[in-house]
């Protein structure tokens, strides 16, 4: 917490914040920042996710312009929206809620919220799906060829999007319900933690979304406030299980890579990563993905 300390008086001229750990997910720690009357939220990620790291700034730095809280990056005293030699941001704390997406009307708010974000990146028919996504669902990839159930589930997600041309936007790819937060007093709803930001197939955001909420009949009322802002048409939706096969895939790749390297950051112990892994391997069953 020093290296914080010290890095916040240093890049954002802030001599006398107080920190409180937030804990942090599976790819960075967070702390609670106060300075005086103003409160923000530091995070840190490891030097290998600093990349994907500035590029989230850069896209909750645009969203926020375009009017969707975002929990924005606060610029350096020299304009830097991260300081990669630490993988330190200072974000707008946004305060609220954190949904968990139990009830019908969570799922609206987060259906409408993530609606609003596709359609302020400009929605629009992209290139195929087979750039998308190429450095997680790749047999390269370290821990993949571990588990030969997996390599399958590549292949398939691989054979049946690759040819797809369909509606790309910013992604957040990883739409947890505790990423949005609704504050009961303005009624607005935001969605923070934009590390894994990206361009991509705006039904990658929502299978992501589905596969946290336990499938399409239990996030009907997300699908229906989504459907509702006109982002996707009918011939894209009818496309959403193969997306929910490819999320599940990219699920089982990530956890495969943090068990082959050890990675405890966020979680206790490696039986955690065996547990994401497993759960996404149930998760292809349910659709009909066969492993040997």
């Known amino acids: 917490m020093t290296d914080v ?21 599976m790819n960075s720690e967070t702390w609670l920042v106060e300075d005086g009357r103003t409160t923000y939220v530091a995070k840190q990620v490891p030097s290998s996710q600093i990349a994907d790291f500035i590029a989230g700034c850069e896209a909750a730095a645009t969203l926020a312009d375009c009017g969707i809280v975002t929990g924005r990056p606060v610029p ?23 949904l968990d997406g139990e009830t019908d009307q969570e799922q609206r708010w987060m259906g409408s919220t993530l609606a609003r974000v596709h359609l302020a990146g400009h929605p629009a028919p992209g290139a195929n799906a087979s750039t998308f996504m190429s450095d997680w669902l790749s047999p390269q990839l370290p821990g993949v060829r571990a588990h030969p159930w997996l390599l399958q589930a590549i292949e398939a997600v691989r054979a049946e999007t690759d040819p797809l041309t369909l509606t790309w936007s910013m992604l957040h790819t990883d739409p947890t319900p505790e990423a949005f937060v609704h504050e009961e007093r303005t009624g607005v709803t935001g969605l923070i933690d934009w590390a894994g930001a990206r361009h991509g197939p705006v039904l990658y955001d929502v299978a992501s979304a589905v596969m946290y909420l336990g499938g399409p009949g239990d996030a009907s009322a997300f699908l229906d406030a989504y459907g509702q802002h006109g982002v996707l048409g009918p011939d894209e939706l009818v496309l959403l299980d193969s997306f929910r096969i490819f999320r599940w895939a990219v699920q089982g790749a990530y956890f495969a890579w943090r068990l082959a390297g050890n990675n405890l950051v966020g979680i206790d112990d490696q039986l955690e990563n065996q547990s994401g892994l497993d759960r996404a391997r149930g998760g292809l069953e349910g659709l009909g993905i066969t492993q040997p």
């Open 5 to 25: 300390v010290e890095a916040l008086c240093r890049f954002w001229g802030l001599p006398s914040a107080e920190l409180k750990p937030l804990g942090g997910g």
């Open 76 to 98: 350096t005293i020299d304009g830097r929206l991260a300081v990669s030699d630490h993988g330190l941001a200072l974000l707008e704390h946004v305060p609220g809620l954190e």
